[in-house]
């Protein structure tokens, strides 16, 4: 069945440091993976996004994620966190269909 | 582009009440999504609509959750005699005709007392 894990429910951090979120999917299909972030009393804003191509997607924020089919992750990056960073982030994966599958969500705490 | 949106942002209904959430998608999305989303729960699929036609309401409660697509601009979920259980964040998204990704409003909290 497919579905996606992330990990690590808690993540803490300080700012300026480097990040990476794991992801991990099970799905038979072709995966169009996605990473979101919510702030408080605020809905889900998307990142970025992989359909094919480069492993490598970029975002915005300077947020790039990494796909490896391989390893059927899509890791979240960043080089140099901000304390404005933290929130909640969601992978999710699509079905290829338009219905999707969300992670537990990964909480980052920036310390600044 | 206002993006998804959503109202009201805040409800507060009494036990056994009637709540009614409204969205409004993206201009030109051709697909919108109820989610809700607790704590407890997280984030659970209620519906979607393709077209202003429904095509998966399989998260849905069946005895009191109702969605509807009148047209093309907006949508609405309706929850009849609401319990403190209903008590959530109520999130609408739209996606595009082409894409999967979805854009999300920023979601209507319901409290039930």
């Known amino acids: 069945a497919q579905s996606v894990t992330q990990p690590d429910a808690r993540v803490t951090v300080s700012e300026g440091a480097s990040l990476q979120l794991r992801c991990k999917y099970s799905?038979?299909?072709?995966?169009?993976l996605f990473w979101y972030v919510q702030y408080p009393r605020q809905g889900l804003q998307l990142l970025l996004k992989y359909y094919s191509g480069d492993p490598v997607v970029q975002g915005v924020n300077g947020f790039e994620a990494e796909f490896s089919k391989s390893n059927s992750s899509f890791h979240l990056r960043k080089a140099s966190v901000h304390w404005s960073d933290s929130a909640v982030y969601f992978c999710v994966l699509s079905l290829n269909t338009n219905k999707v599958v969300f992670g537990t969500g990964t909480r980052l705490q920036v310390l600044p | 582009n206002a993006g998804v949106i959503q109202t009201p942002r805040h409800k507060v209904t009494g036990k056994g009440q009637e709540a009614t959430l409204w969205c409004e998608p993206i201009?030109?999305?051709?697909?919108v999504f109820w989610y809700r989303q607790t704590i407890v729960q997280g984030l659970e699929f209620l519906t979607y609509?393709?077209?202003?036609?429904?095509?998966?309401d399989s998260g849905m409660p069946k005895e009191r959750f109702s969605a509807q697509m009148p047209n093309q601009s907006h949508s609405t979920l309706k929850i009849q005699s609401t319990q403190p259980q209903d008590s959530a964040v109520y999130l609408c998204?739209?996606?595009?005709?082409?894409?999967?990704?979805?854009?999300f409003g920023p979601g209507t909290r319901l409290t039930v007392l």
């Open positions: 201009s030109g999305h051709s697909a």
């Open positions: 998204a739209s996606s595009p005709q082409t894409g999967y990704e979805q854009y």
């Open positions: 609509f393709r077209n202003q036609a429904p095509i998966d």
């Open positions: 799905y038979s299909g072709t995966p169009y």
